[in-house]
């Protein structure tokens, strides 16, 4: 990041994970193979992983794209998003493509066999959660303000229910 950039951050800093964020699917993808070294998959683990990886891979592509089709950047912290994206797979999750990169490694785990191997994509999971959302977060709602906020209320930053908006 150039330092004109890093001004125009306003205080906004760039998360403070050691590695950018497809290091570390890298790294937990590493550690899975390590801790599954023993494992065997079956026929239908290879399927279950596969349905997973497959569902999860749909997900990247598609939240991918709607980026493109909104001509905008795919890294909020730089603050050269053009536009706000809630389209696509952002109807439902602010983070499809961090839920995407964790069902891949669950998607590994499972067919692999290997229940700890998933603890790396749980890991990984925290560490985007703790880290790098908060600061993308931070970078969206200086970029565009209430309609951020809006957006905010009505998804979840991964599964499940709608967050609730708060009563003023």
Request: hydrophobic fraction near 45%; charge should be positive; glycine fraction near 8%.
């Amino acid at each position: 990041m150039s330092v004109a950039n890093e001004k125009s951050l306003s205080g906004i800093s760039r998360p403070k994970l050691p590695l950018p964020p497809p290091a570390l699917v890298g790294l937990a993808f590493g550690a899975q193979v390590l801790l599954s070294k023993r494992r065997a998959s079956s026929t239908g683990s290879r399927i279950a992983g596969l349905l997973i990886a497959g569902a999860s891979i749909s997900l990247d592509v598609a939240a991918t794209l709607e980026f493109k089709r909104n001509n905008t950047t795919m890294d909020p912290i730089t603050l050269d998003a053009t536009s706000l994206v809630e389209t696509g797979p952002y109807r439902w999750t602010r983070n499809p493509m961090y839920l995407g990169a964790t069902g891949l490694l669950v998607a590994h785990a499972v067919a692999r066999r290997s229940w700890p191997a998933l603890i790396p994509a749980a890991v990984f999971a925290t560490l985007i959660d703790r880290f790098q959302i908060p600061a993308e977060e931070a970078a969206m709602r200086q970029l565009f303000g209430s309609e951020y906020e809006r957006y905010l209320a009505g998804r979840p930053r991964w599964l499940g229910p709608v967050p609730r908006r708060r009563s003023a």
